[in-house]
C-alpha cells in the first residue's frame, strides 16, 4: 500500500476557520468556530486523502529564530485574538482524542517543523500533502511536497505544481524565497528590496536566477533605478530571503511510524464534542463499520426456529423492508429479527404473516426504530401489532427533542459508539438514491443486521437515560402507544370531495385572474408577478416607491418589505392578495390532488411525533394543520374534506385548554374561580385589565383582552402584543401591567420559570417533558429575551399537548373496548375529528367527551366543544 502523509498549518486553518464563524459559540459563551472549522477540515481530509500518516503543526509562543535576527518580524501583524485563543486548548484536546499527532517545538514555527517532516516523508518515499492558506509553504514543491492551499476560507483547496506557482508567481518552485527576497511579505513584515514588486522581482529571477546571483552580477541590471535600488538594498534582500526560508532541519526526533493514522478514541471523542456542542462533528467521525453477513452469525435462525426462541425469549427486535410506490403501496422486500445474538431473514411475504400470533401477542415485547413503518405495513396486511415497548426514535427524540436529524446511524454513534450502515450508505442520497429493490438481498442484508444491532445498542443506552431524566413514564405510557395510534389514522385517510375541489380550483383560478388584470392595469403594463426582478423593477423604478434597496440579485420583494409599503400604493395590497391566493391554489388545489390516493379518494396524512420540540404534533402530505381558515376560500378548504358514507364527522374541540393549563400550572385563584364556575374568561379579563365591570365590557375590549390572554401564553412581551394589537408599545405596556396585577399568580408563575430555567438550562410540561433552552443565560439581550419567550411558553404549550395525546390515547382505546366502528382520523392542536357511522353517534358524543375531559386532572375543569357534520367545515 502507497503510503501518504497529510500535514496540516493548524495556526493557519483554526485562524482562518475561526475569521469565517467567528460568532459561533456554545451555550456556555466559549467561542468553538475555529475548533470546528479545524477539526470538520481535519475529519474530511482524512475521508478524502485516506493518508496513512497524518500531523498537525503548530506554533508556539515566544520569539523564534527569525525575531532574534530580525526584531521587526511579523511586526505588523495583530495578536491573537482571545476569542481564538480560548480555542487553542480545545482543539488540541480534541485532536489527541482523535489520535492525531501533534508536533511544536519552541523557537521555531509551524511552517519549519511542516518542511522538515515533508522533507523527511518524501525522503524516505512517503508521500507528502501539506494542507496550509500560507503560501510560502509553495517552496516546498521544490523538493516534491504536494503542497494544497486553501481557498474560501478552508473549504476548498488547490494544488500547486511547479507550472502553477510559476503561472501566478512567474518563478519557479526553486525560485520562491528568492521571490520574497526580492518583493518582501508585508503579511510577515518582510521588507524586501523596496520599490521591486511581484512583476520586478520575476523579470529579476529570470535573468538572474537568484538573489545571490543578482546581487553578485547586479551592474548587468539594464534598469538604472532598479540596479540602483538591488545595490543599495542587497543586505536587507538576502536577510529577506533568510527569513522567508522555511527551515527544513529543525533538531527534532521524527519517528515517522508515530505519524501512522489510527482509529480515533471515538467515546473520548463524542465525549468532546457533546461538551463543546459540536454534535455535527459526530456524523463526520469515520470508524470501521462491523458489518457481517448473515452466515457470521452465532446463529441463522430457520422461522420455526425463531418463534421457537421468540416464544422462549419473549423479546426481539425486528425491522420490515420495504419500498413505496405511492401513499398505500407498500411493495415487500425482506424482514429481518433479532433474539439475542441469532438472525432470521424472511424475504417471502407469507412467511412474516405466518408471525400474525406472534406480532398480536401482547406479552412478546418488541424493540425497533421508527416503528409507526411496521405498524402500516402490517396494517396493510390486517395483522394488529401488540406489545411495542422500545422505539428508539422516539426516545431519541424525547431525549433531545431539538435535534435536526433522528438518522439511526448518528443516533447510534453518538450515544452508542458503535457504527452501523447507514440509509445513505446502502441507498445514497439525492437524485440518484436508489430503492431497496435496486439493492441486492446479500447486500442489504449486512445493512439490516447492523440497523438491529444499532436499536439493541440503543435501547442499553437510552433506557437507563430515561430513567435519569424522569422520562421513562412519558415514554412507555404515551408516546409509545402513540405510534400505533397515529399509523392507524394515516392508514385509515380522510375521505376527500373531488367535486369540491374542483369547484373550489376554478373560483380561484377566475379570483387569481381578476387581480392580476388589476395588478397589470395599476402597474400599467404586463410582467411576471412571480418574479421578485420583474416586481422590483415595476416597484421601486417604474413606480418610484421608496424601499427599494437593490442587491445583486435585484430588488427585495418579500412579505415583509411589501407590508410595509401597504399605505404607499393600491397595488401593493393587490400583490399581497395576488401571493395568498397563488399560494392557496399550488398547496390546497393542486399539492392536495397529487396525495389523494385515486383508488378511494382518500388523503392518508402524516402526524409525526418528532418535529415540534414541544411535543406537539405535526402533519405533512398534506398539511392539514396549517389550513389558512381565516380566509374565506380557505375556510371553504375545509368542504373538501368529507365522512364515509352512512357516517358523520364528529370534532371535538377543548375549550381555552392552554389557558386552563396555565390556571392550573399558576395556581392563580382568580383564573382558577375562573374556570370553576364556567365565566367567560376573556371578558373578565376585559374587566380587570380596563378597570371596568364585566357587563360594560364591548366586543372590542374584548377581543383585546383575548390577544392578552393568550399573549401571556406564548409569552408575549409589549413590543409583541402591540404589533398585534395595531396599538403603541405604551398601552400594551398598560395592558399588560394591568393583566399581571389582575392575575398576581401568573406573574410570580412566569418569573419562577424563567429562575428555574437559568439554573436547570431547561423546562418541563406537567408529564415531565423537557425542553433545553440554549441562549437562557447568554449575555445578548436579544437572544436571552427570545430565549426567556421560549421558556414561558412551552410548559403551557407543551402541557396542553401532552394531554391532547391522553386523550387520543384514551379515545382510541375506549373506541377498541366497545367494538366500535367509528375512528379517529385526524388531529388539529386541541382538536380531534372522528368519522362515526349515524348509528354510533349519540355513544361517541358521549365516549369523546366524557375521555377528553379526564385526560388529565387539572385544578380546573377540562370542557370539549363537539360539533358534527357531513364535511369538516360543517362540523368545525
Request: glycine letters at 6%; hydrophobic letters at 40%; proline letters at 3%.
Amino acid at each position: 500500500m502507497e503510503q501518504k502523509i497529510v500535514i496540516v498549518d493548524g495556526n493557519s486553518l483554526i485562524n482562518r476557520a475561526y475569521f469565517a464563524m467567528s460568532e459561533l459559540k456554545n451555550s456556555n459563551g466559549i467561542y468553538t468556530g475555529g475548533v470546528y472549522g479545524l477539526t470538520s477540515m481535519v475529519l474530511s481530509l482524512i475521508e478524502n486523502f485516506k493518508p496513512t500518516h497524518f500531523c498537525v503543526a503548530f506554533d508556539m509562543k515566544g520569539p523564534t529564530f527569525r525575531h532574534l535576527s530580525y526584531d521587526q518580524y511579523k511586526g505588523t501583524r495583530k495578536g491573537m485574538p482571545d476569542e481564538l485563543a480560548m480555542q487553542m486548548p480545545i482543539v488540541k484536546e480534541i485532536l489527541d482524542a482523535l489520535n492525531i499527532k501533534r508536533i511544536e517545538l519552541q523557537g521555531f514555527e509551524a511552517d519549519d517543523l511542516i518542511g522538515t517532516l515533508a522533507k523527511a516523508c518524501v525522503e524516505n518515499g512517503i508521500e507528502a500533502n501539506v494542507i496550509t492558506g500560507d503560501k510560502d509553504a509553495l517552496q516546498l514543491v521544490a523538493f516534491g511536497a504536494h503542497v494544497h492551499i486553501t481557498k474560501k476560507g478552508i473549504t476548498q483547496l488547490k494544488l500547486y505544481k511547479d507550472a502553477d506557482i510559476f503561472e501566478e508567481w512567474g518563478v519557479h518552485a526553486n525560485q520562491v524565497i528568492d521571490f520574497k527576497g526580492l518583493s518582501g511579505d508585508s503579511s510577515d513584515n518582510i521588507p524586501g528590496i523596496p520599490g521591486v514588486g511581484p512583476k520586478t522581482a520575476a523579470k529579476l529571477l529570470d535573468a538572474f536566477t537568484t538573489v545571490e546571483n543578482l546581487i553578485e552580477h547586479y551592474e548587468e541590471i539594464e534598469n538604472k533605478r532598479i540596479r540602483g535600488l538591488v545595490e543599495e538594498h542587497a543586505a536587507q534582500a538576502l536577510m529577506s530571503k533568510r527569513l522567508a526560508t522555511i527551515f527544513t532541519e529543525v533538531p527534532v526526533e521524527l519517528e515517522l511510524d508515530s505519524f501512522i493514522l489510527g482509529e480515533p478514541q471515538v467515546d473520548e471523542a463524542i465525549s468532546l464534542f457533546k461538551k463543546y456542542e459540536l454534535t455535527n462533528l459526530m456524523s463526520k467521525l469515520k470508524v470501521k463499520v462491523e458489518t457481517q453477513s448473515v452466515t457470521d452469525q452465532s446463529e441463522l435462525l430457520s422461522i420455526n426456529g425463531l418463534i421457537d426462541m421468540i416464544l422462549s425469549k419473549k423479546e426481539f427486535t425486528f425491522r420490515i423492508f420495504y419500498d413505496c410506490e405511492n401513499v398505500i403501496d407498500r411493495n415487500f422486500i425482506m424482514a429481518t429479527f433479532k433474539v439475542d445474538d441469532s438472525v432470521c431473514v424472511l424475504t417471502d411475504i407469507d412467511d412474516l404473516i405466518a408471525l400474525k400470533p406472534i406480532f398480536e401477542n401482547a406479552s412478546i415485547h418488541k424493540n425497533g426504530f421508527d416503528l409507526k413503518r411496521e405498524y402500516l405495513f402490517l396494517m396493510d396486511h390486517e395483522i394488529d401489532l401488540q406489545g411495542v415497548t422500545f422505539d428508539g426514535f422516539i426516545a431519541a427524540y424525547l431525549l433531545d427533542p431539538a435535534r435536526r436529524s433522528y438518522d439511526l446511524a448518528e443516533i447510534v454513534f453518538e450515544n452508542a459508539s458503535t457504527k452501523v450502515i447507514s440509509d445513505e450508505d446502502l441507498l445514497g442520497k439525492g437524485a440518484k438514491k436508489k430503492k431497496y429493490r435496486d439493492i441486492a438481498i446479500e447486500d442489504v442484508q449486512p445493512y439490516a443486521i447492523s440497523h438491529l444491532n444499532g436499536v439493541d445498542n440503543l435501547k442499553k443506552a437510552f433506557v437507563p437515560r430515561l430513567e435519569e431524566m424522569n422520562l421513562t413514564t412519558l415514554f412507555e405510557t404515551v408516546e409509545v402507544p402513540l405510534v400505533k395510534i397515529l399509523a392507524d389514522i394515516e392508514h385509515t385517510g380522510f375521505k376527500v370531495d373531488m367535486n369540491k375541489i374542483n369547484e373550489l380550483d376554478l373560483q380561484l383560478i377566475d379570483k387569481i385572474s381578476e387581480i392580476e388584470s388589476t395588478i397589470f392595469s395599476l402597474a400599467g403594463e404586463t410582467f411576471n408577478i412571480n418574479s421578485p426582478k420583474q416586481l422590483g423593477v415595476i416597484l421601486f423604478e417604474k413606480l418610484e416607491l421608496p424601499m427599494g434597496k437593490k442587491t445583486k440579485t435585484g430588488y427585495s420583494t418579500s412579505h415583509d418589505v411589501l407590508e410595509k409599503l401597504a399605505n404607499q400604493h393600491q397595488i401593493i395590497n393587490e400583490v399581497i392578495e395576488y401571493r395568498t391566493y397563488t399560494k392557496l391554489k399550488s398547496t390546497y388545489i393542486d399539492g392536495l390532488r397529487l396525495v389523494i390516493d385515486e383508488r378511494d379518494h382518500r388523503v392518508h396524512t402524516s402526524l409525526n411525533q418528532t418535529i415540534a420540540v414541544t411535543g406537539r404534533l405535526s402533519s405533512t402530505e398534506p398539511n392539514l394543520q396549517n389550513i389558512p381558515i381565516k380566509l374565506p376560500y380557505g375556510r371553504k378548504i375545509r368542504r373538501f374534506f368529507i365522512a364515509d358514507e352512512d357516517s358523520t364527522l364528529l370534532d371535538a374541540d377543548y375549550s381555552q385548554i392552554e389557558l386552563r393549563v396555565l390556571a392550573h400550572l399558576s395556581e392563580d385563584p382568580k383564573l382558577i374561580e375562573a374556570f370553576n364556575t364556567d365565566m367567560d374568561i376573556h371578558t373578565l379579563t376585559a374587566s380587570q385589565v380596563f378597570h371596568i365591570s364585566e357587563n360594560e365590557v364591548t366586543s372590542l375590549q374584548r377581543s383585546r383582552a383575548k390577544e392578552v390572554n393568550f399573549g401571556i401564553v406564548y409569552g408575549m412581551g409589549e413590543f409583541g402584543l402591540s404589533e398585534s394589537l395595531g396599538i403603541t408599545r405604551k398601552d400594551a405596556k398598560v395592558y399588560i401591567d394591568n393583566y399581571f396585577v389582575s392575575y398576581p399568580r401568573v406573574k410570580g408563575f412566569m418569573d419562577e420559570i424563567i429562575d428555574e430555567c437559568k439554573e436547570k438550562g431547561y423546562v418541563e410540561t406537567i408529564l415531565n417533558r423537557k425542553r433545553s433552552i440554549v441562549d437562557i443565560n447568554n449575555s445578548n439581550f436579544m437572544l436571552r429575551s427570545a430565549a426567556e419567550r421560549i421558556a414561558r411558553n412551552t410548559p403551557i404549550q407543551g402541557s396542553a399537548a401532552d394531554i391532547i395525546k391522553l386523550a387520543m390515547i384514551k379515545v382510541y382505546e375506549a373506541l377498541k373496548k366497545q367494538n366500535l366502528k367509528s375512528k379517529l382520523i385526524l388531529q388539529v392542536h386541541d382538536e380531534l375529528i372522528l368519522n362515526v357511522p349515524h348509528d354510533e353517534i349519540e355513544t361517541v358524543k358521549h365516549l369523546l367527551k366524557d375521555c377528553m375531559e379526564d385526560a388529565y386532572k387539572l385544578i380546573v375543569p377540562l370542557k370539549v366543544d363537539m360539533n358534527t357534520g357531513d364535511s369538516w367545515y360543517e362540523a368545525h
